[in-house]
């Protein structure tokens, strides 16, 4: 893409004026919390260095202590030119940091962000001098169930499926020069019907400043070849507009328009550009995709097609980083051996990734479903911060192509009474209709896994490991499982009391999670198998069961790699594969049952 630079933070949203704060900051505990009290932003006490944006739990931090500590600061200089000062404000930005977040520059207060996956940002113009300035940061975690957290530990050693905790700053923290006049966002949403991409702009202008002599303008391209140029003016803090995109380029697409899908993931360019009186005076460089995802019947379509999901569970853990990539290059090779395996899609676990990588899935072609960091403890405390931080992540990620999917819940966690309780019912429906309030056309998945209430999807998760019994409990019971019977050992039922399926699509979302035996070390689902044949027999018959299942429309398979105690992945934590993935992709490509009428 035109606007990509290696290692930007957010490639949707580009201009040049940047600088990557990643890399050594001073750093110190404050076990006592009495960093506030006694000034840390003043005169800082820390006696140690981290490396950003790695966590001080991780081997790549330079720091590795795994033991809880609630409360942490940071501090680093960084230089600022006075005289770009005076044409644009100065922004720091985070893109994740856990769970609250307090920044002091100079020694003076500059704001604060809850919240440990969403991105946010601080205009520190203001409090900013010529030259050398120091900033300071403080982020406070806990073991609270209330707050949204994923697959973070609450107690002080990993048990089942939670991994050590995260603490502080774990995504890049970057700075950039922003005019004064500028765009802060645009929301592109793709219109097969009409040829066009709608966009939904907000302008930093003072009000003073709107009006004919200002303008918005669009430029798209394909390829190096142009499409088309629109104007907007500038009469108020927020714009709508469409801008065509139908052009006949034979030498490149004969239909008007080139349409993404894994198979075959064009993008196309497009420019901002604000313009006052004939003179820019912000840019911006993005890409977007025309594609269109939605339902018809028990049906999942792409662009009017059919589509058949082969998706895999991806935690995104690395061993010396957690939750952080160690590197854009880590995101590209997870992303590349997911298609070496066979699989078009993933199904991003807990976790909110790096945009660098959302960025790599539109560019390649992989279908990405957005999960979020769940709570487990389900308050009026929990609500709102789910709430506000959900649909955080949605506005943040609305724009990527390869998200198809949005699963706000995951079985029942945070939520654990909603096949029977009306208040966590309501909470659940507000969330979905809040999700289709700003998107109305992705897919939104409650609760993934069983006990639905409003859901575009049902999603069943089940782990039984013999083929022929899996494939009997689906074809012989499917009215029992699509009421509200119960459909595996777990006891669970695919509905919440009081809902019933409506005809949805139905996909199985996990599965398999098979283990080799290693001396007890480590756990996967069912019995661990002795060797790579018997790894590949079994995979290959819980596989193909699934895919005969005659009104099943996709899978996804637990897991992508190992994650510290759960070894239960194709690939171990540092991305070696177990078995052939050759082999696995013939498996999961192999045409067999409901998939035939896909081809």
Same mark, same amino acid.
């Given at each position: ?24 900051w001073d750093?110190g ?11 840390w ?8 260095e981290?490396r ?5 739990e991780?081997k790549?931090?330079g720091?590795?202590?795994?033991t809880?500590?609630?409360? %942490?600061?940071? @501090?680093?200089?960084?230089?600022v030119?006075?005289? =770009?000062?005076?044409?644009? @404000? ?5 893109e ?10 100079n020694? =003076?207060?500059?704001?604060?962000? =809850? ?8 205009d ?6 010529d030259?050398?300035n120091?900033?300071?940061v ?9 707050q ?6 609450w ?7 939670w ?19 500028? /765009? ?6 793709? +219109?097969?019907?009409?040829l ?7 302008v ?15 430029v %798209?391209?394909?390829e ?14 927020? /714009?709508?507009?469409a801008?065509s %995109?139908?052009r ?10 080139k349409?993404w ?18 003179? #820019?005076?912000d ?6 995709a025309m594609?269109e ?5 028990p049906?999942i ?6 589509l058949?999901q082969?998706?895999i569970?991806d935690?995104?853990?690395w061993?010396?980083? !957690? /939750? ?8 590209? *090779? ?7 395996l ?5 199904r991003?676990h807990?976790?909110?990734?790096? *945009? ?5 899935c539109?560019?390649?072609?992989m279908? %990405? ?5 769940a709570?487990?403890r ?5 609500v709102?911060?789910?709430?506000? *931080?959900?649909? *955080?992540? #949605? ?27 009306r ?17 109305? !056309?992705r ?7 069983w ?21 009997a409990?689906y ?5 029992e499982? /699509?009421?509200?019977?119960?459909? !595996?050992?777990l !006891? ?9 399926y409506?005809?949805q699509?139905?996909?199985i ?5 098979i ?9 996967g689902?069912? +019995?661990k ?10 995979f ?9 299942i ?16 759960e070894i239960?992945g194709?690939m171990d934590?540092?991305?070696n ?7 696995? =992709?013939?498996?999961?490509? @192999?045409r ?8």
């Amino acid at each position: 893409m035109k606007c990509y630079r290696k290692d930007y933070p957010r490639p949707q949203f580009v201009r040049d004026n940047w600088e990557n704060l990643n890399g050594t900051w001073d750093f110190g505990f404050d076990d006592g919390n009495v960093g506030e009290r006694e000034r840390w932003y003043e005169s800082f006490p820390g006696d140690r260095e981290i490396r950003v944006p790695f966590t001080y739990e991780t081997k790549k931090s330079g720091i590795g202590d795994e033991t809880r500590h609630d409360n %942490v600061w940071y @501090r680093r200089k960084v230089r600022v030119d006075g005289g =770009r000062l005076a044409q644009n @404000r100065y922004i720091i930005h985070f893109e994740g940091s856990d769970f609250v977040t307090k920044l002091w520059v100079n020694g =003076r207060y500059a704001g604060s962000h =809850r919240g440990g996956y969403a991105r946010f940002s601080f205009d520190i113009t203001d409090l900013l001098r010529d030259g050398e300035n120091e900033l300071t940061v403080k982020a406070e975690d806990s073991y609270d169930l209330q707050q949204p957290r994923g697959k973070q530990r609450w107690m002080n050693e990993n048990f089942a499926c939670w991994y050590v905790q995260t603490t502080g700053i774990w995504k890049t923290v970057w700075t950039e020069y922003v005019p004064k006049l500028s /765009l802060a966002y645009v929301k592109m949403t793709p +219109n097969l019907e009409t040829l066009s991409l709608e966009l939904e702009m907000e302008v930093d202008v003072p009000e003073n400043r709107m009006g004919p002599d200002l303008m918005v303008e669009t430029v %798209v391209s394909y390829e190096g070849e142009f499409i088309n140029r629109a104007m907007t003016a500038v009469n108020g803090s927020r /714009l709508e507009t469409a801008v065509s %995109v139908f052009r006949q380029m034979p030498h490149l697409f004969e239909s008007g328009i080139k349409t993404w899908s894994p198979e075959d993931p064009a993008l196309y360019d497009i420019e901002f550009r604000l313009v006052e009186n004939g003179n #820019v005076v912000d840019e911006i460089g993005s890409y977007f995709a025309m594609r269109e995802i939605r339902i018809d019947g028990p049906n999942i379509l792409l662009n009017g097609r059919p589509l058949y999901q082969r998706l895999i569970l991806d935690q995104g853990y690395w061993r010396d980083s !957690h /939750l952080t990539p160690p590197s854009e290059e880590a995101l590209i *090779e997870d992303i590349d051996k997911i298609h070496q395996l066979g699989y078009n899609g993933l199904r991003k676990h807990q976790k909110t990734e790096d *945009e660098r990588f959302l960025y790599w899935c539109d560019v390649k072609g992989m279908l %990405v479903w957005s999960e979020v960091a769940a709570a487990y403890r389900f308050t009026d405390y929990a609500v709102c911060e789910f709430t506000r *931080e959900w649909m *955080e992540i #949605v506005k943040q990620n609305y724009n990527h192509p390869c998200i198809i999917t949005w699963t706000p819940f995951n079985e029942s966690w945070g939520i654990n009474r909603v096949e029977t309780q009306r208040e966590q019912q309501h909470f659940t429906e507000a969330i979905y209709h809040l999700t289709k309030s700003m998107d109305k !056309h992705r897919p939104v998945i409650v609760n993934d896994g069983w006990e639905h209430t409003v859901s575009d999807i049902i999603t069943l998760h089940d782990y039984e490991e013999a083929g022929k019994i899996l494939a009997a409990r689906y074809t012989q019971y499917k009215d029992e499982i /699509l009421s509200t019977g119960v459909y !595996h050992c777990l !006891h669970k039922s695919a509905m919440a009391n009081g809902y019933a399926y409506q005809g949805q699509p139905i996909i199985i979302s996990e599965y398999g999670g098979i283990a080799f035996n290693n001396d007890d070390s480590g756990w996967g689902y069912g +019995n661990k198998v002795e060797s790579k044949e018997d790894f590949v027999k079994r995979f290959d018959e819980i596989t193909t069961a699934v895919k005969e299942i005659p009104y099943v429309c996709g899978f996804c398979y637990t897991q992508v790699s190992d994650v510290q105690q759960e070894i239960n992945g194709l690939m171990d934590i540092d991305r070696n594969f177990k078995v052939d993935p050759e082999v696995i =992709r013939e498996i999961n490509e @192999r045409r067999v049952g409901y998939w035939r009428s896909y081809q």
